[in-house]
């Protein structure tokens, strides 16, 4: 039996409607496959992808929206650090860093 491999964070930046490049690419491939969306990996983080994360974080409103005092049917479609954790985790059975508690206000963490 083979050492189980510890993932790190599936996403190193925060992003939000406008960013692109293959960080936006990798969260279009994931998302596309995990809510079951036919969304584009264009690398365009357009009104898409926005929808599909806003999806996102009302499934993993607790502790995604929850960790900034966000209501749950109230998600930002931005990807700052929690959501980033998330996605960590679901991407990933061996991570293992704790949900980050030390927040920046949501406003400067992208």
């Known amino acids: 039996m083979g050492a189980s491999t510890v993932c790190g964070p599936f996403l190193t930046?925060?992003?939000?409607?406008?960013?692109?490049g293959d960080q936006v690419?990798?969260?279009?491939t994931f998302l596309s496959g995990?809510?079951?969306?036919?969304?584009p990996a264009t690398g365009n983080f357009g009104?898409?992808?926005?929808?599909?994360?806003?999806?996102?974080?009302?499934?993993?409103a607790n502790p995604v929206l929850s960790a900034w005092g966000?209501?749950?049917?109230?998600?930002t479609g931005n990807v700052p650090i929690t959501t980033k954790h998330m996605l960590s985790k679901l991407n990933c059975s061996?991570?293992?860093e704790p949900?980050?508690?030390?927040?920046?206000?949501?406003?400067?963490a992208l």
């Open 34 to 39: 995990y809510l079951k969306k036919d969304l």
């Open 70 to 75: 966000i209501a749950p049917n109230n998600p």
């Open 99 to 108: 949900i980050p508690t030390n927040l920046v206000p949501l406003s400067k």
């Open 25 to 28: 690419k990798k969260l279009q």
């Open 47 to 60: 009104p898409l992808t926005l929808s599909a994360v806003k999806q996102f974080q009302t499934m993993h």
């Open 13 to 20: 930046a925060s992003l939000r409607l406008g960013a692109k």
């Open 94 to 96: 061996t991570f293992n």
